[in-house]
């Protein structure tokens, strides 16, 4: 079965890093862009960035790039959105997808809810 | 980037109806279209890809069609497990980007 699975909720403060990931498998990893999709609480869904683990180009929303890094370790089949210093608006459900079909998100992630509060 | 202008934002409608929930894309997207339904506290299900092709399992009454850069999304004969947010997603040219989302509920 292909999934992907995700690491779980995150309560952390301002200022603190944090890494959640992504780990796929019953697929080649290597051979799929993964995406990042945010929902911050009761709003719509925004793709963030994406990564192709067979050689690392990565691709990032404007308003993301510099705020958030994507990264991949082929060797576990896993992917990571990383934050250098979290701020209270990062407090949302990030999801990671895989595209399939028309390079549309056929598997999803569970999902990570990633909570920033003092 | 290309912006995905989806409308309407809400529809209610009777069980049995025909729903239609459009997204105008401000560019060419080549048929590089997808619809997805999200159910409160769930991860996006992937509906239709290719503006028009329905994604294995996915019941009939679901359909997509495109005019230009005008897609559209279609349920027909409304279910009361329909309901949902919908959004659309561009994969034509990075970012990839999602449509605003259209809340539909059942009168």
């Not at chain 1, 790039?65 to 990062?90: C, F, N, R, Y």
């Not at chain 2, 049995?16 to 299900?45: F, M, N």
């Not at chain 2, 509906?47 to 230009?68: K, M, N, T």
């Not at chain 2, 919908?86 to 059942?106: E, K, M």
């Amino acid at each position: 079965e292909v999934q992907l699975v995700q690491s779980g909720a995150e309560v952390k403060k301002p200022g603190e890093s944090l890494r959640i990931s992504c780990k796929g498998s019953g697929y080649v990893f290597t051979k799929y862009w993964i995406g990042w999709v945010r929902q911050m609480p009761g709003k719509g869904l925004e793709w963030m960035g994406a990564i192709y683990p067979g050689d690392s180009d990565t691709r990032y929303r404007p308003s993301f790039q510099g705020q958030v890094s994507i990264s991949v370790d082929k060797s576990t089949d896993t992917a990571h959105l990383q934050w250098s210093s979290l701020k209270a608006s990062d407090t949302a459900m990030y999801y990671c997808a895989r595209p399939g079909s028309g390079e549309a998100f056929d598997v999803w992630g569970q999902g990570t809810m990633v909570i920033v509060s003092p | 980037d290309i912006q995905m202008t989806q409308s309407p934002s809400y529809v209610s409608a009777s069980v049995g109806d025909r729903v239609t929930i459009t997204c105008r894309a401000s560019e060419s997207l080549s048929s590089w279209l997808a619809w997805y339904q999200q159910k409160p506290g769930r991860a996006p299900k992937l509906l239709i890809h290719s503006a028009s092709r329905l994604q294995s399992g996915v019941p009939s009454r679901f359909s997509g069609s495109e005019s230009g850069t005008d897609f559209s999304l279609t349920i027909s004969n409304l279910q009361p497990e329909d309901i949902a947010t919908y959004y659309c997603q561009q994969s034509n040219s990075f970012p990839w980007t999602f449509g605003q989302g259209t809340q539909v509920d059942i009168k």
